[in-house]
T-cell receptor, first 112, second 116 residues
Framework: KQEVTQIPAALSVPEGENLVLNCSFTDSAIYNLQWFRQDPGKGLTSLLLIQSSQREQTSGRLNASLDKSSGRSTLYIAASQPGDSATYLCAVRNNYGQNFVFGPGTRLSVLP | GAVVSQHPSWVICKSGTSVKIECRSLDFQATTMFWYRQFPKQSLMLMATSNEGSKATYEQGVEKDKFLINHASLTLSTLTVTSAHPEDSSFYIC????????????FGPGTRLTVL
């Protein structure tokens, strides 16, 4: 059964810092991996989707990498801003047509 | 991009009543939809997989008679919480599988249910 963990559980950084969020999964035979952002009381915002054949995806200040063999993904946020404060969720999908398994999230606070 | 909607976005009801939540794929057909539940300060947990034209598949520990799922068309799945109780208060999120041009799952904005 796929299990997803995220480290750290919470992170507080000053504005402008570059930071890395970590995601690990137990079953490396994945279909794809997705990073989401969730603001308090709100739904999910998709940030980056990495297919199993890809090693990384980039969007603006965000870069996500995938190392299937080691069961790891990282989300890199460059030049963090207070507006980046949110919970970041990593989710893994094992097969076409199946559900996502979510990690517990990393709660990020970027201080002005 | 593909859009999935949920209605209502929030609902408050009395204990013992039933609540129906709709999940619609607005610009694509979805043979498979998923229902997740999120309790405060926790992550999303899969409740059930909704398959168009057939019975839903429920995760272990989710009561199928309490959480009724109907996927009667390729663009609509409904989740009915029957005889709701305060412990059913949660954030319910659906997602839908788009098959073309490539397989991707899109999430709805969620429905916050509060049972008094």
């Amino acid at each position: 059964k796929q299990e997803v963990t995220q480290i750290p559980a919470a992170l507080s950084v000053p504005e402008g810092e570059n930071l890395v969020l970590n995601c690990s999964f137990t079953d490396s035979a994945i279909y794809n991996l997705q990073w989401f952002r969730q603001d308090p009381g709100k739904g999910l915002t998709s940030l980056l989707l990495i297919q199993s054949s890809q090693r990384e995806q980039t969007s603006g200040r965000l870069n996500a990498s995938l190392d299937k063999s080691s069961g790891r993904s990282t989300l890199y946020i460059a030049a963090s801003q207070p507006g980046d404060s949110a919970t970041y969720l990593c989710a893994v999908r094992n097969n076409y047509g199946q559900n996502f398994v979510f990690g517990p999230g990393t709660r990020l606070s970027v201080l002005p | 991009g593909a859009v999935v909607s949920q209605h209502p976005s929030w609902v408050i009801c009395k204990s013992g009543t039933s609540v129906k939540i709709e999940c619609r794929s607005l610009d694509f057909q979805a043979t498979t939809m998923f229902w997740y539940r999120q309790f405060p300060k926790q992550s999303l947990m899969l409740m059930a997989t909704s398959n168009e034209g057939s019975k839903a598949t429920y995760e272990q520990g989710v009561e199928k008679d309490k959480f009724l799922i109907n996927h009667a068309s390729l663009t609509l799945s409904t989740l009915t919480v029957t005889s709701a109780h305060p412990e059913d208060s949660s954030f319910y999120i659906c997602s839908a599988d788009r098959l073309a041009p490539y397989n991707e799952q899109f999430f709805g904005p969620g429905t916050r249910l509060t049972v008094l």
